[in-house]
């Protein structure tokens, strides 16, 4: 049992150098996401704009929403709020007091989603599960101000192996299956033309997107290779413990790297933001 449970933990570790290249650019994600919402602070965040406070709570709002957010309607106060969430999200791209900067990036992203929800996405979801689930990760332990403060100096890397870590593992692999398990049309599972369909939304398109989506080959392929890595890449990342430790890293290095080349795909071919971030 103890050899079976050491072989689990080296399997589902991270290395602190890759958690403080995570918390860099979730940092860096929430700072510019800060920047973007100022140029609509008005019409998405105040009295005057398209969903005031006394609607949203009265019509719209649960009896749990929780937000700071609405104990002001002025433009003022949500531009305040707005770049105090920025600044902390630079103390955590920077690493200053980790810990205490990532609880307040949780605090402020789910007060300001509570605000008006109307405009965000998946990506906003999925932002604030991970941003509580890392104030109980050391990602501030290596590369970061903090280690400067102490005087690590450069501080030798170490691999995590906790409940929380393993947690993290199991909220990537919730992310795509249940992605998968939701793309019931035939159009993911049989005709194999959604991304035909989805580039033809002109609006969201570039002009990669515009190119590539003239060769049907090259949409079915890709819709393939998409419903596939969904339903595959997380039961690998889950059971990939059981092949040879020799065969570990660059297997789980393929299912990273498969992964950012889905999400690489779709910042080439649609304006959507930063949802593929």
């Not at 998946?122 to 932002?127: E, K, N, R, S, Y």
């Not at 870590?165 to 993911?188: A, D, H, M, R």
């Not at 393939?224 to 997380?234: A, D, Y």
């Amino acid at each position: 049992m103890k050899s079976f449970m050491e072989r689990l933990g080296s399997w589902f570790s991270l290395d602190t150098r890759s958690l403080a290249l995570a918390r860099m650019g979730f940092g860096v994600c929430v700072l510019l996401d800060m920047l973007i919402r100022l140029t609509n602070v008005e019409q998405h965040y105040t009295d005057i704009g398209l969903i005031p406070r006394s609607v949203f709570v009265s019509d719209f709002a649960f009896p749990w929403s929780f937000s700071l957010h609405l104990a002001n309607g002025t433009a003022a106060f949500a531009i305040f709020m707005l770049s105090l969430h920025a600044f902390f999200a630079l103390m955590l791209a920077v690493g200053l007091h980790t810990r205490f900067s990532t609880a307040m990036v949780a605090l402020l992203t789910t007060s300001l989603h509570n605000r008006n929800w109307f405009i965000e996405n998946g990506g906003d979801d999925i932002l604030r599960a991970i941003m509580i689930l890392m104030i109980f990760i050391p990602w501030g332990e290596v590369w970061s101000v903090d280690q400067w403060r102490k005087g690590d100096g450069a501080r030798e890397a170490r691999s995590l192996s906790n409940s929380w870590v393993w947690t993290v593992f199991l909220q990537v692999f919730c992310i795509y299956y249940l992605s998968y398990l939701t793309k019931t049309s035939p159009i993911w599972r049989s005709e194999f033309t959604a991304l035909f369909y989805a580039l033809h939304l002109d609006v969201f398109t570039t002009g990669f997107g515009h190119w590539v989506r003239q060769y049907d080959v090259l949409m079915t392929g890709a819709t393939c290779f998409t419903i596939i890595l969904e339903w595959m890449g997380p039961v690998a990342l889950v059971l990939g413990w059981v092949l040879k430790r020799t065969w570990w890293k660059a297997f789980r290095l393929l299912i990273v790297l498969s992964f950012w080349g889905l999400h690489g795909g779709i910042i080439a071919t649609m304006y959507i933001g930063l949802f593929p971030y």
